[in-house]
């Protein structure tokens, strides 16, 4: 749509109309999660907006201005551009392995002058769109039970192992997770689903021992028996547990947290931001931020169930399936109920890349809902 055609009182009209049709009470639950984030930062840092509060909120009302914007695009042009999304992220993703920097020991990033990115985000949406046109029109028992599901799980297996060789342990599982759980959702027999947790049961001793690098076991290790290593490989774990407890029911205050804000605890803006806000703001604290992710979730589930089209139910349900895996897993390894795998809490944490992707995911789940009655069609040409 053109500047000048939003002049156009029809197109003005309809742009009004779309924009009335976006969940503002998911977007309202979304800001508040990210302001949220915003006060954990200016506390964190001394009370003070630098050198990642103010950049946080900054950040959140960009990434809200695209998410209106993707919003009000067609559900159809998603559609049509699924496969191409997808198979952009695969090509990036062999480029990191060849040309792209490394930090740190891991292979992740591709620079363009002074900006850098990591691939495998573009592959977190690739991988919902890719899966949810391959299943729209799909028969049932192709989804159920055939040979046919060889192809979904070749979509999947490809970027998982690219991202697993960068290595990238925590987004591999990511979108491995997310993409089998659009299989599932899609009608898979569960003769398969328990075939395939009996392979993952199988393979995971020899996975284990032979092909994770040595740090990766070390943070299982240390997930099992952080007192092993207290000031090495479980100091992470074990000052997440003492700033969990040590906030009790209401928490010590807000910028009282002595964990944070003795530096004890590592990575307090990113990973371990929600071990930030419970020993400030304590139990009470951590449920309300619980049951603001519960809305944002519901609410996309719902948005998923209201959409006519197989794409559409299929798209919102993989990026709630991402956002909730997101929640599930950091708010588990805080509380030492997982390994550290580098996965932040989103919208609360500090951090752009995540947040992006997040929020692409969202206006993907506010064009399912916006165009919840519009049909997809799966041939070439004009959509219905």
Request: aromatic letters at 10%.
């Amino acid at each position: 749509m053109t500047v000048s055609a939003l002049t156009r009182p029809g197109e003005r009209d309809r742009l009004i109309v779309k924009l009335s049709e976006i969940d503002w009470v998911f977007v309202l639950a979304m800001s508040l999660i990210a302001g949220a984030g915003g006060l954990m930062l200016f506390s964190i840092a001394g009370s003070s907006w630098r050198p990642w509060a103010g950049a946080h909120l900054v950040r959140y009302g960009l990434c809200l201005m695209m998410m209106l914007i993707l919003a009000v695009v067609d559900v159809r042009v998603w559609f049509a551009l699924a496969y191409p999304i997808y198979g952009l992220g695969v090509i990036l993703l062999i480029l990191v392995d060849t040309v792209g920097q490394t930090r740190l020991g891991a292979q992740r990033w591709l620079g363009v002058g002074s900006f850098s990115f990591q691939p495998s985000e573009v592959m977190k949406i690739g991988i919902v769109l890719a899966l949810a046109r391959l299943y729209h029109g799909a028969p049932a028992d192709r989804a159920r039970l055939s040979w046919w599901l060889l192809i979904p799980a070749g979509m999947i297996a490809v970027p998982v192992l690219l991202v697993a060789k960068e290595p990238d342990l925590g987004t591999a599982m990511l979108i491995a997770l997310t993409g089998t759980a659009i299989v599932v959702l899609a009608g898979l027999s569960w003769k398969i689903i328990a075939a395939g947790i009996a392979a993952v049961v199988a393979i995971a001793p020899p996975f284990f021992f032979f092909v994770m690098h040595d740090y990766q076991r070390d943070r299982i290790l240390t997930f099992l028996n952080p007192e092993s290593d207290p000031s090495g490989s479980g100091y992470h774990i074990l000052q997440s547990m003492i700033a969990l407890g040590s906030g009790g029911l209401l928490g010590k205050g807000y910028g009282l947290g002595s964990q944070s804000q003795l530096n004890f605890l590592p990575e307090k803006q990113t990973d371990f931001i929600f071990a930030t806000l419970a020993e400030e703001f304590g139990f009470v604290g951590c449920v309300s931020i619980l049951i603001l992710y519960a809305a944002v979730i519901f609410m996309s589930l719902r948005t998923s169930y209201l959409s006519h089209s197989h794409f559409g139910r299929l798209a919102a349900a993989g990026v709630t399936a991402t956002f909730s895996l997101y929640v599930m897993i950091n708010g588990a390894m805080v509380m030492g109920l997982a390994p550290v795998v580098g996965i932040p809490m989103p919208m609360l944490s500090y951090g752009g890349t995540v947040m992006l992707t997040v929020m692409v995911g969202f206006g993907l789940v506010q064009s399912v809902r916006v165009h919840r009655y519009a049909e997809v069609t799966s041939g070439k040409g004009t959509f219905v």
